[in-house]
């Protein structure tokens, strides 16, 4: 048992606090947001994600505590994680802040309280910055080095919002960057419930940091790539992407024939479909990172930065998927089902909802959004202030000229049956490709040719 201090309780500190609490180490998350530390005291989850209240109940006041208070909470703790945010800012880069404000107040922590501590880096960061710019902090703060007993890991996480519980009990890969073995095994101690088959891989820090990044790009890439295939397909005549897509995941790379009745697919190929894009705190962030990295380096990515040109051209290809089945959109109202980035979420961060609501209310239309946990958008969004939210999906629909499914929330697939019962054929613009066409009478999605 380990006694940990994690400092931002977000997605990834939430989580690994309460999952950590839950594998038996005694834990603390820091927050400067002091609401989110008051519900988590209280037990209460403040963010949307299956499982995680559970573990909450059942570890707060016992093996979880949340404070605002880091010097409190790292003084108490032997390995301190550091999980903040890391936004990016308008050129791609990252910005740092919140991560070097963390580390320096981690290493002062640890001067007031010198005893051997691990400094674990869970935030992600460009490839070299704790070695550069994160471990130095840290040593200049405590006034301690390595060899004084004060180690800096990195140790990158690879939990999906939606299922981050799971993933981070039952990990496809615990990856840890450290300076040597033993500090790395320090690490990977913390972890030493899970089960034993989980590959664990110690590298270097920068390595590590890297695998986090090149993990995320190819994810992109595969989404990017089936997002391009897709338009090809909306332009040729009784083409489609979901069958054409069928047929590439068959592929043996990307299949094996597990016996005669069935085929096992890799996970990947639900990445090799066609959408609306990539969206969420991760893709998007991290991909402009590695572009403005490789600009830094004088090592141009013409690959990643191709990835996220396609990615913002999706909003316009929805728009023009909901234009052809209305005609035009002036004064037509569109129902846009869907605000999270991903069903299981309630985190709007770079949703692909946002570019085309403002797309659709541009182009003159009214706009109505229907999401089944997301109840409101972040301050600030002023020009899309005329969105309307709508809690029942039935209303959302009632009068809607047209229907534009966003997001993949296993609800929408009653949509058909729903439309039937209430005697209603708005043109169904199917951004997922997630519902039965034989259903929909004014069926059209993306990647779809039209019939000769
Ligand atoms: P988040 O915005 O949900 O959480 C960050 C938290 O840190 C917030 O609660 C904020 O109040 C707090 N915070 C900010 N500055 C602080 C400070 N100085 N002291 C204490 N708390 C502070 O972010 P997130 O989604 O959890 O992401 C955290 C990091 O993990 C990012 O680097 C992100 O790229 C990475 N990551 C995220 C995911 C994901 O799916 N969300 C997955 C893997 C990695």
New binding site residues.
């Given amino acids: 048992m380990s006694r940990v201090a994690i400092?931002?309780?977000?997605?990834?500190?939430?989580v690994t606090g309460a999952c950590l609490a839950e594998l038996g180490h005694e834990v603390t998350v820091?927050?400067?947001?002091a609401n989110?530390v008051e519900q988590i005291s209280r037990g209460k989850c403040p963010?949307h994600e299956p499982g995680l209240p559970e573990l909450i109940k059942r570890n707060a006041n016992h093996r979880l505590h949340a404070t605002t208070n880091?010097r409190e909470a790292v003084c108490a703790a032997d390995v301190t994680f550091i999980?903040?945010?890391?936004p990016s800012h308008i050129d791609g880069a990252i910005d740092l802040t919140?991560?070097k404000?963390?580390a320096a107040?981690v290493g002062a922590a640890i001067r007031a309280n010198p005893k051997d501590h691990v400094v674990v880096i869970?935030?992600?960061?460009v490839p070299g910055t704790t070695d550069r710019v994160l471990a130095p902090l840290v040593a200049d703060a405590s006034g301690k080095s390595a060899a004084e007993g004060i180690v800096v890991a990195v140790n990158?996480?690879?939990?999906?919002?939606g299922r981050?519980v799971r993933d981070f009990l039952e990990p496809d890969r615990i990856v840890v960057g450290a300076l040597d073995q033993p500090s790395a095994e320090r690490v990977l101690a913390l972890y030493g419930a899970l089960p034993p088959g989980v590959p664990r891989l110690h590298t270097t820090r920068t390595t590590a940091e890297m695998i986090?990044y090149a993990s995320n790009a190819l994810l992109a890439t595969a989404i990017s790539f089936a997002n391009e295939i897709a338009d090809l397909c909306a332009s040729l005549p009784d083409a489609d992407v979901v069958e054409v897509m069928n047929g590439v995941h068959l592929s043996g790379y990307l299949s094996r024939l597990e016996d005669r009745n069935g085929t096992a697919l890799a996970p990947l190929t639900s990445y090799l479909e066609a959408g609306c894009g990539f969206g969420?705190?991760?893709l998007p962030?991290?991909v402009s990172a590695l572009v403005a990295q490789g600009r830094e380096l004088g090592r141009p990515t013409p690959l990643l930065s191709a990835v996220l040109d396609v990615n913002a051209r999706r909003a316009d290809e929805l728009v023009r998927v909901v234009e052809e089945g209305l005609g035009s959109l002036e004064n037509a109202s569109v129902t846009v089902l869907g605000l999270a980035f991903k069903p299981d979420t309630d985190?709007v961060r770079e949703t692909p909802a946002l570019p085309v609501i403002r797309r659709l209310i541009g182009a003159g239309a009214r706009v109505t959004a229907h999401d089944p946990v997301v109840r409101a958008l972040p301050d600030g969004l002023g020009d899309v202030s005329d969105l309307k939210l709508v809690e029942s999906l039935e209303s959302a629909v009632a009068r809607a000229d047209a229907v534009l499914v966003v997001t993949r929330w296993p609800q929408y697939e009653e949509l058909p049956a729903l439309l039937v019962r209430i005697g209603r054929s708005p043109v169904i613009a199917d951004g997922r490709r997630m519902l039965d066409k034989s259903g929909v009478e004014r069926y059209n999605g993306i990647g779809l040719g039209r019939e000769r």
């Fill in positions: 400092v931002g309780a977000g997605y990834v500190g939430l820091v927050d400067i947001d989110r963010i880091l999980a903040v945010g890391t919140a991560a404000a963390s107040a869970k935030s992600t960061v990158p996480e690879f939990l999906t919002e981050a986090k969420g705190s991760c962030k991290d985190d």
